[in-house]
């Protein structure tokens, strides 16, 4: 298992500040033929066994699908 810590300063959606997500990245090969989930990347700061985990084939694709899980969350909170 490989473990990456990322800081990423985002517009923040509807906002015109930002906010900064560290992210944390693992990448470890399941024993399934889909390669999908091999990488998963959450919040560091606010994962605690639950909320949004992205996952993907690569790293980028993980730290993409939890940036929209997290805008989706955002979204919901604010009826945006």
Do not use: C
């Amino acid at each position: 298992m490989r473990k990456n810590l990322i800081r990423i300063r985002r517009p923040h959606p509807g906002s015109p500040g930002s906010f900064t997500v560290k992210i944390k990245t693992d990448y470890w090969i399941k024993p399934i033929a889909m390669r999908n989930f091999d990488w998963t990347a959450v919040d560091d700061d606010t994962y605690d066994g639950t909320g949004p985990v992205g996952s993907g084939r690569t790293r980028d694709e993980a730290i993409a699908d939890l940036l929209e899980q997290i805008n989706m969350r955002y979204d919901d909170a604010t009826g945006d």
